[in-house]
């Protein structure tokens, strides 16, 4: 086990190397955005320039886009690669029957058409992601940012006749402006504490005009890989309906993962 690693980004780099043994060559694979997913596409990465794996990768942001090229990784668009084998990408919460909760690196849009667009989801996380109930982390809702307010008040209207705790929201910022998505739209992120039906409120808030998609993803991931600080991983598979425990054992990742950024 490397030294060089805290618990937390242990557990993120073995979920995501547990995560690339879905991957082989001749797939279209997905490739999340956030600091785990980075970790697996720097493991993709060293599978592709070390052990000739070959693939191509249609990425959820331009930030994991720009980390995949410089790795080596192929790097397609979604509409050229059509359909996708699998996505792998991290989350912000994810709930015994695998809804999740994503955006909170502002890129639910692309990684939930993305997600949506494969034959598989596998979720990498650590084990802080796992809740009884979504809702604690505040869901992000993508807006246009024309009229952006008043889909906030309509928003929040919406909320108390919803199953939630809280009925607040805030405009995702970036400094002193707001932060804008790759597709040009700004961020609400809503403090519910608890969503009580989230199948139902993803619905309800996506029918809301300049609303353009919620970050709750429901039925959509199979399998979490979830790391742990001290090596081990855990495999949920929701259609299998099995749970394994494994160890991954790695030596030194100094030189694979000195510049990670994110
Ligand atoms: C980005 C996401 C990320 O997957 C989510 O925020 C988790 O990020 P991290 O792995 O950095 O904790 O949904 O939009």
Same mark, same amino acid.
């Given at each position: !086990?490397s /030294?060089n690693?805290s618990p937390i980004?242990?557990? @993120?780099f073995?979920?995501?190397?547990r995560?690339c043994e *879905?991957?082989?060559?001749g !797939?279209?694979?997905g490739?999340?955005? +956030?600091?785990t997913?980075?970790w697996?596409?720097r493991?993709?990465?060293?599978?592709?320039?070390e052990d000739g794996?070959?693939?191509? %990768?249609?990425p959820?942001?331009t930030?994991?886009?720009?980390?995949a090229?410089?790795? %080596?990784?192929?790097? &397609?668009?979604?509409d050229?690669a $059509?359909w996708?084998?699998v996505?792998?990408?991290g989350?912000?919460?994810?709930?015994?029957e695998l809804?999740?909760i994503k955006?909170g690196?502002g890129?639910?849009?692309?990684? @939930?058409i993305?997600?949506?667009?494969s034959?598989?989801?596998i979720?990498?996380a650590? $084990?802080? @992601?796992?809740?009884?109930?979504? =809702? +604690?982390?505040?869901?992000?809702?993508? &807006?246009?940012?024309?009229?952006?307010q008043t889909? $906030?008040?309509?928003i929040? /209207?919406?909320l108390?006749s919803?199953?939630?705790?809280g009925?607040?929201?805030s405009?995702?910022?970036? %400094?002193?402006a707001?932060?804008v998505?790759?597709?040009?739209?700004?961020?609400l992120?809503?403090?519910l =504490?608890?969503? =009580?039906?989230?199948?139902?409120?993803?619905?309800?808030?996506?029918?809301?005009? +300049?609303v353009?998609?919620?970050?709750? *993803?429901?039925d959509?991931?199979d399998v979490?890989?979830?790391g742990?600080?001290? +090596?081990?991983?855990?495999?949920?598979?929701?259609?299998a309906?099995?749970?394994?425990q494994?160890v991954i /054992?790695?030596?030194d990742?100094?030189?694979?993962?000195s510049?990670m950024? /994110?």
């Open positions: !086990m /030294e690693l980004d242990t557990a @993120k073995v979920a995501a190397k995560a *879905f991957v082989e060559s !797939m279209r694979v490739l999340g955005t +956030g600091s997913a980075a697996l596409v493991c993709l990465g060293e599978m592709v320039r794996l070959e693939i191509v %990768g249609v959820t942001s930030r994991t886009a720009e980390l090229r410089d790795v %080596g990784i192929k790097v &397609v668009s979604l050229e $059509k996708l084998d996505t792998i990408d989350t912000d919460e994810f709930d015994a809804n999740l955006g690196g890129a639910l849009l692309q990684e @939930k993305v997600a949506t667009a034959d598989r989801m979720v990498i650590d $084990k802080t @992601k796992q809740v009884e109930t979504l =809702g +604690g982390f505040p869901l992000p809702v993508e &807006v246009v940012p024309f009229g952006w889909t $906030k008040a309509l929040e /209207e919406t108390s919803l199953e939630v705790l009925d607040s929201s405009l995702r910022m970036n %400094g002193d707001a932060y998505t790759d597709e040009g739209n700004y961020i992120d809503l403090h =504490g608890r969503i =009580g039906n989230a199948r139902q409120f993803g619905m309800v808030i996506n029918q809301i005009p +300049g353009v998609e919620n970050g709750l *993803f429901i959509i991931c979490v890989v979830i742990h600080g001290d +090596g081990r991983v855990e495999v949920k598979d929701i259609t309906g099995t749970t394994e494994e /054992e790695f030596l990742t100094e030189n694979l993962f510049d950024a /994110e």
